[in-house]
């Protein structure tokens, strides 16, 4: 089995390598809990590209 983690969009839920497939997961991740923590970090990056944008398109 391997060390990787994924967090599954249909059950929202962090599966091991054997789970749903690709298509409705978020990863690998290397841990557990940065699995679970998928959603939070799309939406941080989420952010700080759409602030990113907004000063590039200011200049």
Do not use: I
Not at 25 to 44: I, K, N, S
């Amino acid at each position: 089995m391997s060390d990787q983690w994924w967090f599954c969009l249909k059950h929202m839920a962090v599966e091991p390598e054997q789970g749903c497939p690709n298509k409705d997961r978020m990863g690998p991740y290397e841990t557990r809990q940065a699995a679970a923590g998928a959603l939070a970090t799309a939406a941080d990056r989420n952010e700080r590209w759409k602030d990113e944008d907004e000063a590039w398109e200011d200049d």
